[in-house]
């Protein structure tokens, strides 16, 4: 076994990562070829990501960080008496997606959505951009990570030709677990076919927990491709690669490359980012649009005849 030396062990959902190097691997940068959107394109198709190291500018990030940290103290997501850049988990144990923290925070938005974050979009997509006002903020705890998904099955309403920007709030190394993508995964025709075609949202008008899906936020289903890493990476004979991101890095994605994250093992809340970018002139998923998103909300289900 030829192991891949540039990882100590690694882990996700609870479970080490195969070191092969026919497993795991590096992230390839293109930050050498950020002016040229073609060359980016064919990457992006190749591998199914862009890793951007050092995109954003390090202090704006910084400042963002020092914002939407000290609003997480305030909610005990991170310890109050301590300085909220180290991000020292707080009494509150929740894992939700922040996007009301992301939405008050002024210097977030305007590194996300302003900038060398548009520019960006607009050179990849050659014309006006638009994004998705809802932001996954995420205060990762010590624990486990994102298990295995792909963007598609919830926000497929709008256009496929929606990119993901993954954004690291802060240095995020391999113990507070960074995020990690199946290389060529969005290759998959049987995907393409199958999984990415499914909508977490949508629910059959026959099934026994109808009125249930239909009238409350649950869902009948969590989009997860396979809760286990390890095995899906077998199954596909695909790679999964990732790294020790820092303050300034972007990784974008389309939504049907999978993904996931590390597990953080650190004793520190890991503060990333993921939103969305698009054509303006293509059709939007309205599920993330407007002052109140409708996000996966009882107002988004959608019965179907099954
Ligand atoms: O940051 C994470 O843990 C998950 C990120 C993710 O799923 C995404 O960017 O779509």
Redesign the pocket.
């Known amino acids: 076994m030829v192991t891949s030396t540039a990882f100590p062990p690694l882990r996700a959902q609870d479970q080490t990562l195969d070191p092969d190097a026919n497993a795991l691997g590096e992230l390839r940068r293109s930050d050498d070829v950020v002016e040229a959107p073609a060359e980016l394109w064919r990457r992006m198709e190749e591998d199914g990501y862009l890793y951007l190291p050092g995109y954003l500018d390090r202090e704006e990030v910084f400042a963002a960080r020092r914002d939407v940290m000290t609003r997480l103290a305030n909610e005990g997501l991170v310890a109050p008496d301590t300085d909220p850049m180290d991000g020292v988990p707080g009494p509150a144990g929740s894992h939700r997606v922040l996007d009301d923290v992301a939405r008050a925070s002024g210097l977030l938005r305007r590194l996300l959505y302003s900038g060398a974050m548009v520019r960006l979009y607009e050179r990849l997509f050659g014309e006006e951009v638009r994004h998705f006002d809802f932001t996954?903020l995420?205060g990762?705890r010590p624990g486990r990570?994102?298990a295995p998904?792909g963007?598609s099955v919830f926000m497929n309403r709008g256009t496929p030709n929606l990119l993901?920007a993954?954004v690291p709030l802060g240095d995020v190394d391999l113990r507070l677990g960074?995020?990690m993508l199946l290389e060529r995964s969005n290759q998959l025709e049987e995907f393409r076919r199958g999984y990415h075609t499914r909508d977490v949202d949508a629910y059959c008008e026959n099934d026994e927990e109808a009125a249930e899906l239909a009238t409350t936020g649950r869902w009948g289903w969590n989009g997860v491709v396979s809760p286990d890493p390890v095995q899906l990476r077998a199954d596909l004979g695909l790679r999964w690669v990732t790294g020790e991101y820092r303050a300034g890095d972007v990784v974008t994605f389309p939504m049907y490359t999978l993904?996931?994250?590390l597990d953080n093992t650190s004793d520190r809340v890991r503060l990333?980012c993921?939103l969305r970018y698009q054509r303006a002139s293509e059709p939007v998923d309205a599920r993330w649009v407007g002052a109140s998103p409708t996000a996966h909300g009882a107002a988004s289900k959608r019965g179907l005849i099954c």
């Open positions: 996954w995420r990762i990570g994102t998904h963007d993901t993954w960074g995020l993904h996931a994250s990333s993921d």
